[in-house]
């Protein structure tokens, strides 16, 4: 179900969204805020040129605005009706799960961004264009 092909593997496994081989981002999971959304050049399988054009990233922006209003309102929700947290401490929690995952909520909306515009293509595909 999520083998290569499938844009959620690629997503998922922080892979090429070509080829489902390469690493996108140099560095696995990191809280550095220099090094959390770093991506290599190229693919090192296809080689995919991932910044496709210049600020070719800032479209991420409105994915992650609608990967954290959906963070938000799920822990708003979550802390208000099953917890039955107070309404301040409700938006505290709010605050410090948005602090903690932002880095995570950042390299998704890059992977994501880019599966929007790129498919996967097979080894064959990938030579015939070459």
Request: hydrophobic content about 45%; proline content about 2%; aromatic content about 14%.
């Amino acid at each position: 179900m999520l083998g290569k092909g499938n844009k959620l593997y690629s997503i998922l496994n922080n892979k090429c969204p070509r080829c489902h081989e390469g690493d996108f981002f140099k560095h696995k999971a990191s809280f550095n805020v220099k090094k959390v959304t770093e991506l290599h050049e190229n693919c090192s399988h296809c080689k995919l040129k991932y910044m496709m054009e210049p600020s070719f990233f800032f479209g991420a922006m409105y994915v992650n605005y609608a990967l954290a209003v959906a963070l938000f309102v799920t822990v708003f929700i979550i802390s208000k009706v099953f917890l039955n947290f107070d309404i301040l401490t409700s938006f505290i929690a709010v605050i410090v799960v948005s602090l903690l995952l932002t880095p995570f909520t950042l390299r998704l909306s890059r992977i994501i961004w880019i599966n929007l515009f790129v498919s996967y293509k097979k080894k064959e595909e990938i030579k015939q264009e070459s």
